[in-house]
């Protein structure tokens, strides 16, 4: 056999063991993990209703998903739930009724003034979040969006009613008459919901990551490794379903305090080509299983 022939086949195999050298060291910087995690926090709702001051509350949820690290780069995607309940708390706004009829039989245009009311909603929806980002040495940085179906929803109102009256024959403005319905009474009824039945979310998660080692472990990390971190959550899509043919009160004719019904502001005309989105900030606990493969080193990629 010649040496060009020698030449050729020692080429061929240099370049075999380097194609399989290379899909080696590939296959060694990519690991695969399995999810799942827990996170909790402050909900809130940011709204351009004039009426409204600012909207607070808490929710969490809970859901699993797969992670692709290759070298410093992650990507994550899964499905969870969330649970909030978040409550609005409005100005002291005003409703005039005209036409109202006493327990006199006489007629009058009542003045509800709600004050130190409280507008509360529950959401629960389904949460598809697809992450990218970088993990360095123990620390991580998560960004990307969440798109959301939005399942549960309920609400109630909660507030202090003022009621005043003006007569069609009477001067002046009647006011402290418990007898007459004016007066100052604590109310707290049901009301109607609804919002977009699809939510997208810019996202940002970002917090540290860990193992639990055994003493003398061969492997330089554990097949379970931990992750605990801070995320932010914004609406990017309008939560605002539209349905806003609701009044701010509904007032039975005869004024009786006692048998108003209250809607919450999102369903109410005070809301209508309104902007309504939602927020939630938190603390996310993650654990990964990392999936067993033959050529995956089982090493951390600072």
């Known amino acids: 056999m010649s040496a060009s022939s020698h030449l050729k086949r020692i080429s061929a195999l240099l370049l075999l063991i380097a194609i399989q050298t290379a899909v080696t060291l590939a296959n060694a910087q990519t690991s695969h993990s399995l999810m799942l995690w827990l996170d909790g926090g402050a909900t809130s709702f940011f709204d351009n209703i004039e009426e409204s001051k600012y909207a607070i509350g ?21 499905v969870g739930f969330e649970y909030g309940a978040t409550s609005t708390f409005m100005h002291p706004y005003t409703v005039d009724i005209a036409g ?18 409280r507008d509360n909603s529950n959401l629960g929806y389904v949460n598809i979040p697809l992450l990218m980002g970088g993990r360095f040495n123990h620390f991580y940085f998560l960004v990307g969006a969440k798109l959301g179906v939005n399942l549960i929803y309920n609400a109630n109102v909660q507030s202090n009613v003022t009621v005043k009256g003006t007569y069609d024959k009477y001067l002046g403005l009647w006011e402290n008459m ?69 009044g701010y009160a509904t007032v039975p004719e005869n004024g009786d305090v006692g048998q108003i019904s209250m809607n919450h502001v999102f369903v109410s005309n005070l809301a209508e080509e309104k902007l309504i989105n939602n927020f939630f900030v938190g603390v996310k606990f993650t654990i990964l299983f990392r999936m067993p493969s033959p050529k995956d080193c089982r090493c951390d990629f600072y």
């Open 58 to 78: 808490g929710g969490g949820g809970a859901g699993f998903g797969y992670e692709l690290q290759h070298k410093h780069f992650l990507l994550d995607i899964g």
């Open 178 to 246: 418990p007898n007459h319905n004016f007066g100052t009474t604590e109310l707290a009824t049901e009301s109607p919901i609804a919002f977009n039945s699809i939510d997208l979310k810019g996202s940002l998660e970002m917090g540290y990551r860990f193992d639990i080692k055994k003493p003398n472990e061969w492997s330089p990390t554990s097949p379970v490794s931990f992750r605990i971190g801070g995320f932010i959550d914004y609406g990017i899509l309008n939560a605002n379903s539209g349905i806003n043919n609701y």
């Open 100 to 117: 109202l009829v006493d327990s006199e039989g006489d007629t009058y245009t009542g003045h509800f003034t709600f004050d130190q009311r």
